[in-house]
């Protein structure tokens, strides 16, 4: 039989290490569009996702935000290891996209299972990978994509990670994630509808292309 936290978190780790995972870690839930993460925190824990979506972004000088990725079941972030092992501050703001449950692992217990665990070493090297190549695309589309396919790439992957193609989410909340204007934003949804990738309604945005 399958421990249990093998399947939420959708690795294979050895069972020793499931044991010592389930006896330190702490979960913690989440409601929609909470701070889970803030610029500025120490981050005491690893946050391993179990279940939910979650926003990271990343705020310039004036406060506004800017999206850079999405964490999904399975997930742990790239930006908190850093913060981890490097005793620094957030840089990021982390913030649940849907209902979120994690759970909490102590930073002191990162080195020892990098050296005891191969499935711990392989987690964190491929969340490490996976981060940078998140944020690479994150990079790219601000430099290379349009910004009518910037919004269509934003809806895809707000799509993707909610597992919902409709989507509760206002032109303004577009504009600040994006950091554009509402205006440049409400226009070119009109554009995309007209393309019949999207649908428009009063309170939500359907997407017909994924």
Not at 53 to 59: F, N, S, T
Request: charged fraction near 30%; aromatic fraction near 8%; hydrophobic fraction near 40%.
């Amino acid at each position: 039989m399958k421990n249990e936290l093998d399947l939420n978190f959708g690795y294979v780790f050895e069972e020793n290490l499931l044991d010592e995972i389930k006896k330190v870690g702490v979960q913690k839930n989440f409601s929609i569009n909470s701070t889970i993460i803030e610029i500025g925190d120490f981050i005491t824990s690893m946050p391993l996702l179990l279940n939910g979506a979650i926003k990271i972004l990343r705020e310039d000088e004036n406060g506004e935000e800017l999206v850079l990725y999405y964490l999904e079941k399975g997930d742990t972030c790239a930006m908190t290891l850093s913060c981890c092992m490097g005793q620094t501050k957030s840089k990021i703001r982390a913030v649940a996209e849907t209902e979120v449950a994690l759970l909490m692992v102590p930073k002191e217990k990162m080195t020892s299972w990098l050296s005891n665990y191969k499935s711990w070493q392989s987690f964190i090297l491929q969340s490490y990978h996976n981060r940078v190549n998140e944020l690479l695309e994150a990079v790219d589309t601000i430099a290379f994509l349009k910004m009518d396919k910037r919004i269509f790439k934003y809806l895809k992957d707000k799509a993707m990670v909610t597992h919902n193609d409709t989507l509760s989410v206002t032109h303004k909340e577009i504009s600040e994630d994006l950091h554009t204007s509402r205006v440049v934003v409400s226009r070119l949804l009109k554009k995309l509808e007209n393309e019949n990738k999207i649908q428009l309604f009063r309170n939500s945005i359907k997407v017909l292309e994924l």
